[in-house]
Protein backbone atom coordinates (compact mmCIF):
# COMPACT_ATOMS: atom_id res chain seq x y z
CA UNK A 1 0.00 0.00 0.00
CA UNK A 2 1.25 3.54 -0.83
CA UNK A 3 2.50 5.60 1.98
CA UNK A 4 0.25 9.13 2.16
CA UNK A 5 2.01 11.92 1.21
CA UNK A 6 1.28 13.60 5.06
CA UNK A 7 3.18 11.07 6.40
CA UNK A 8 6.77 11.91 5.23
CA UNK A 9 8.49 14.56 6.21
CA UNK A 10 8.55 17.90 4.29
CA UNK A 11 10.39 21.02 4.77
CA UNK A 12 9.59 24.00 3.00
CA UNK A 13 11.72 27.38 2.35
CA UNK A 14 11.02 28.79 5.63
CA UNK A 15 11.02 25.44 7.55
CA UNK A 16 14.28 24.67 5.89
CA UNK A 17 15.85 27.69 7.08
CA UNK A 18 14.88 27.61 10.90
CA UNK A 19 16.04 24.19 11.24
CA UNK A 20 19.18 25.52 9.20
CA UNK A 21 19.29 28.53 11.49
CA UNK A 22 19.15 26.24 14.66
CA UNK A 23 21.67 24.09 13.75
CA UNK A 24 24.22 26.47 13.20
CA UNK A 25 23.37 27.74 17.15
CA UNK A 26 23.78 24.38 17.93
CA UNK A 27 20.12 24.31 19.09
CA UNK A 28 17.56 21.97 19.37
CA UNK A 29 15.43 23.39 21.69
CA UNK A 30 13.31 26.14 20.05
CA UNK A 31 10.69 29.23 21.41
CA UNK A 32 7.78 30.55 19.36
CA UNK A 33 10.44 33.55 20.26
CA UNK A 34 12.97 31.82 18.26
CA UNK A 35 10.38 31.23 14.97
CA UNK A 36 9.71 34.54 15.33
CA UNK A 37 13.08 35.95 15.04
CA UNK A 38 14.68 33.82 13.03
CA UNK A 39 12.36 33.86 10.03
CA UNK A 40 10.85 37.15 10.80
CA UNK A 41 6.94 35.61 11.37
CA UNK A 42 4.45 37.65 13.69
CA UNK A 43 3.14 36.01 16.40
CA UNK A 44 0.18 34.52 15.24
CA UNK A 45 1.82 33.43 11.81
CA UNK A 46 4.99 32.03 14.44
CA UNK A 47 1.97 29.88 16.04
CA UNK A 48 0.16 28.16 12.84
CA UNK A 49 3.76 27.59 11.49
CA UNK A 50 5.35 25.67 14.70
CA UNK A 51 1.77 23.67 14.21
CA UNK A 52 2.39 23.08 11.04
CA UNK A 53 6.13 21.59 11.98
CA UNK A 54 4.79 19.25 14.84
CA UNK A 55 2.01 18.30 12.41
CA UNK A 56 4.55 16.86 9.73
CA UNK A 57 6.98 15.30 12.21
CA UNK A 58 9.55 17.57 12.09
CA UNK A 59 9.32 19.08 15.57
CA UNK A 60 7.58 18.10 18.94
CA UNK A 61 5.98 19.91 21.05
CA UNK A 62 7.19 20.05 24.48
CA UNK A 63 5.18 22.54 26.37
CA UNK A 64 2.65 25.78 24.80
CA UNK A 65 5.33 27.39 23.05
CA UNK A 66 7.72 25.25 23.73
CA UNK A 67 9.39 22.39 21.11
CA UNK A 68 12.54 20.59 19.87
CA UNK A 69 13.67 19.39 16.38
CA UNK A 70 13.38 15.69 15.60
CA UNK A 71 16.09 14.76 14.34
CA UNK A 72 15.98 13.17 10.45
CA UNK A 73 17.94 9.87 11.12
CA UNK A 74 14.92 9.20 13.19
CA UNK A 75 13.19 8.34 10.02
CA UNK A 76 9.34 8.33 9.83
CA UNK A 77 9.39 9.06 13.64
CA UNK A 78 7.21 11.68 14.57
CA UNK A 79 7.77 11.92 18.74
CA UNK A 80 10.74 12.82 20.03
CA UNK A 81 11.83 14.70 23.32
CA UNK A 82 15.78 14.32 23.41
CA UNK A 83 17.26 14.43 27.02
CA UNK A 84 15.37 14.28 29.52
CA UNK A 85 17.58 16.20 31.76
CA UNK A 86 17.75 18.86 28.99
CA UNK A 87 13.92 18.84 29.06
CA UNK A 88 13.81 19.61 32.42
CA UNK A 89 15.38 22.44 32.52
CA UNK A 90 13.28 24.31 30.17
CA UNK A 91 10.10 23.01 31.73
CA UNK A 92 11.64 24.57 34.79
CA UNK A 93 12.11 27.67 33.41
CA UNK A 94 14.06 28.89 35.88
CA UNK A 95 17.57 29.76 36.79
CA UNK A 96 17.89 28.39 40.05
CA UNK A 97 16.68 24.74 38.88
CA UNK A 98 18.75 22.14 39.21
CA UNK A 99 18.08 18.00 38.59
CA UNK A 100 17.77 16.77 41.90
CA UNK A 101 16.75 13.45 43.95
CA UNK A 102 16.50 10.15 41.85
CA UNK A 103 17.79 12.10 38.66
CA UNK A 104 20.76 13.52 40.15
CA UNK A 105 21.42 9.75 41.42
CA UNK A 106 20.97 8.83 38.52
CA UNK A 107 23.37 11.55 36.68
CA UNK A 108 26.36 10.78 39.63
CA UNK A 109 26.01 6.94 39.41
CA UNK A 110 24.96 6.43 42.86
CA UNK A 111 21.83 4.54 42.23
CA UNK A 112 20.93 0.69 39.78
CA UNK A 113 17.24 1.07 39.64
CA UNK A 114 15.91 2.19 36.81
CA UNK A 115 14.61 6.01 36.25
CA UNK A 116 10.61 6.17 35.80
CA UNK A 117 10.69 10.03 36.95
CA UNK A 118 12.64 13.17 36.26
CA UNK A 119 13.39 14.84 39.15
CA UNK A 120 14.13 18.90 39.34
CA UNK A 121 14.23 21.60 42.39
CA UNK A 122 13.40 25.16 41.44
CA UNK A 123 12.12 27.41 43.92
CA UNK A 124 9.09 29.13 42.05
CA UNK A 125 5.88 26.41 41.64
CA UNK A 126 6.69 24.73 38.51
CA UNK A 127 3.22 22.08 37.97
CA UNK A 128 4.30 18.32 36.81
CA UNK A 129 4.22 17.28 33.06
CA UNK A 130 4.23 14.05 31.35
CA UNK A 131 5.40 14.44 28.01
CA UNK A 132 5.29 11.46 25.53
CA UNK A 133 5.09 9.42 28.86
CA UNK A 134 7.94 10.09 30.90
CA UNK A 135 6.76 12.10 34.26
CA UNK A 136 8.56 15.36 35.20
CA UNK A 137 8.14 16.14 38.73
CA UNK A 138 9.42 19.57 40.26
CA UNK A 139 10.25 20.09 44.10
CA UNK A 140 9.73 23.31 45.53
CA UNK A 141 12.69 24.86 47.31
CA UNK A 142 13.80 28.10 49.24
CA UNK A 143 16.09 29.93 47.39
CA UNK A 144 18.76 30.18 50.29
CA UNK A 145 18.72 26.69 50.45
CA UNK A 146 20.39 26.36 46.82
CA UNK A 147 23.66 25.33 47.14
CA UNK A 148 26.10 22.50 46.20
CA UNK A 149 25.29 22.89 42.81
CA UNK A 150 27.40 22.16 39.68
CA UNK A 151 27.20 22.61 36.07
CA UNK A 152 27.39 18.82 33.93
CA UNK A 153 27.76 18.22 30.24
CA UNK A 154 24.62 15.77 29.68
CA UNK A 155 25.50 15.44 26.26
CA UNK A 156 28.58 17.01 24.05
CA UNK A 157 27.12 19.96 23.11
CA UNK A 158 24.79 21.10 26.15
CA UNK A 159 25.11 20.59 30.19
CA UNK A 160 22.45 20.89 32.89
CA UNK A 161 22.58 22.14 36.60
CA UNK A 162 22.85 19.07 38.75
CA UNK A 163 23.15 18.59 42.57
CA UNK A 164 26.96 17.52 43.73
CA UNK A 165 27.46 14.10 45.03
CA UNK A 166 27.01 15.41 48.88
CA UNK A 167 24.00 17.19 48.18
CA UNK A 168 22.41 14.78 46.28
CA UNK A 169 22.67 12.44 49.71
CA UNK A 170 21.48 15.71 51.71
CA UNK A 171 18.66 15.62 49.30
CA UNK A 172 17.97 12.06 49.23
CA UNK A 173 17.95 12.57 53.15
CA UNK A 174 15.39 15.83 53.29
CA UNK A 175 12.61 13.51 50.60
CA UNK A 176 13.44 10.20 50.48
CA UNK A 177 10.51 9.42 49.06
CA UNK A 178 12.03 11.23 45.84
CA UNK A 179 15.09 8.66 45.88
CA UNK A 180 12.98 5.42 46.53
CA UNK A 181 13.26 5.37 49.96
CA UNK A 182 16.33 6.05 52.89
CA UNK A 183 17.56 2.60 51.87
CA UNK A 184 18.13 3.60 48.33
CA UNK A 185 19.71 7.15 49.42
CA UNK A 186 21.93 5.19 51.89
CA UNK A 187 22.66 2.92 48.46
CA UNK A 188 23.68 5.39 46.44
CA UNK A 189 25.87 7.08 49.52
CA UNK A 190 27.61 3.51 49.90
CA UNK A 191 28.17 3.27 45.65
CA UNK A 192 30.04 6.54 46.13
CA UNK A 193 31.62 7.11 49.60
CA UNK A 194 34.86 7.00 48.19
CA UNK A 195 34.46 10.22 46.32
CA UNK A 196 31.88 11.61 49.00
CA UNK A 197 33.39 14.81 51.37
CA UNK A 198 31.93 13.62 54.83
CA UNK A 199 33.14 17.07 55.95
CA UNK A 200 31.14 18.34 53.00
CA UNK A 201 27.90 16.58 54.13
CA UNK A 202 27.69 17.56 57.40
CA UNK A 203 28.34 21.47 56.52
CA UNK A 204 25.41 20.74 53.71
CA UNK A 205 23.00 19.19 56.66
CA UNK A 206 24.01 22.21 59.27
CA UNK A 207 23.33 24.84 56.64
CA UNK A 208 19.93 23.22 56.23
CA UNK A 209 18.64 23.50 59.62
CA UNK A 210 16.44 20.27 59.39
CA UNK A 211 16.60 17.96 62.22
CA UNK A 212 15.52 14.86 60.64
CA UNK A 213 18.86 15.24 57.79
CA UNK A 214 21.01 16.11 61.06
CA UNK A 215 19.80 12.10 62.37
CA UNK A 216 19.61 10.48 59.53
CA UNK A 217 23.06 11.65 57.98
CA UNK A 218 24.82 11.04 61.75
CA UNK A 219 23.28 7.48 62.23
CA UNK A 220 24.68 7.19 58.30
CA UNK A 221 27.99 8.64 58.81
CA UNK A 222 28.54 6.15 61.51
CA UNK A 223 26.77 2.89 59.97
CA UNK A 224 29.20 3.06 56.73
CA UNK A 225 32.19 4.32 58.86
CA UNK A 226 33.04 7.08 57.38
CA UNK A 227 32.39 9.44 60.19
CA UNK A 228 34.98 12.28 62.12
CA UNK A 229 34.84 12.57 65.47
CA UNK A 230 34.56 16.95 65.59
CA UNK A 231 31.64 16.46 62.26
CA UNK A 232 30.01 14.28 64.27
CA UNK A 233 29.71 16.21 67.69
CA UNK A 234 29.02 18.69 65.49
CA UNK A 235 25.68 16.86 64.20
CA UNK A 236 25.04 16.00 67.94
CA UNK A 237 25.31 19.74 69.10
CA UNK A 238 22.22 20.38 66.91
CA UNK A 239 19.90 17.67 68.40
CA UNK A 240 16.83 18.24 70.23
CA UNK A 241 14.91 15.89 72.30
CA UNK A 242 12.17 14.39 69.35
CA UNK A 243 12.50 11.52 67.99
CA UNK A 244 12.31 10.91 63.83
CA UNK A 245 11.89 8.28 61.69
CA UNK A 246 14.59 6.98 59.56
CA UNK A 247 12.47 6.07 57.04
CA UNK A 248 9.42 8.85 57.05
CA UNK A 249 7.84 6.31 54.38
CA UNK A 250 7.73 3.57 56.48
CA UNK A 251 5.21 2.69 59.76
CA UNK A 252 6.30 4.50 62.68
CA UNK A 253 8.23 1.45 64.45
CA UNK A 254 11.23 -0.10 65.26
CA UNK A 255 13.64 0.15 68.46
CA UNK A 256 14.87 4.11 69.10
CA UNK A 257 18.11 4.87 69.38
CA UNK A 258 19.02 7.94 71.75
CA UNK A 259 22.43 8.42 70.42
CA UNK A 260 20.98 10.44 66.85
CA UNK A 261 17.17 10.46 68.59
CA UNK A 262 16.03 8.31 65.60
CA UNK A 263 13.55 5.60 65.31
CA UNK A 264 14.94 2.62 63.39
CA UNK A 265 12.06 1.89 61.55
CA UNK A 266 14.68 0.16 58.74
CA UNK A 267 16.37 -2.44 60.65
CA UNK A 268 20.24 -1.54 60.13
CA UNK A 269 21.37 -4.62 58.88
CA UNK A 270 19.43 -4.21 55.86
CA UNK A 271 21.04 -0.94 55.40
CA UNK A 272 24.57 -2.62 55.23
CA UNK A 273 23.21 -4.83 53.10
CA UNK A 274 23.14 -2.32 50.20
CA UNK A 275 26.82 -2.11 50.42
CA UNK A 276 27.32 -5.60 49.56
CA UNK A 277 25.08 -5.17 46.28
Known amino acids: MPMK ?18 HERGQTLFSLGDVEALIRLAPKSARNFAAALVSRGVATRLKPGLFILVPFELGREREYFGNPYIVARELANDPN ?7 AMDIHQMTTQPQLVVYASAPKRVRPRTVLGTEFRFVRCRKSAIFGIVEHWIIKTDKVKVSNLERTVIDGLTRPEYCGGITEVAKGLSMRRDDMDALKLVDYAIRL ?19 KPHEIKKLQKRLTSSYELLDPLLPNEGKHITRWKLRLNVAPEE ?7
Do not use: C, W
Request: glycine content about 6%; hydrophobic content about 45%.
Open 5 to 22: ANNYKTLGPQAARLVVEL
Open 97 to 103: YYISHAS
Open 209 to 227: KIGAVIRRLGFLLELFEMD
Open 271 to 277: IEAVRST
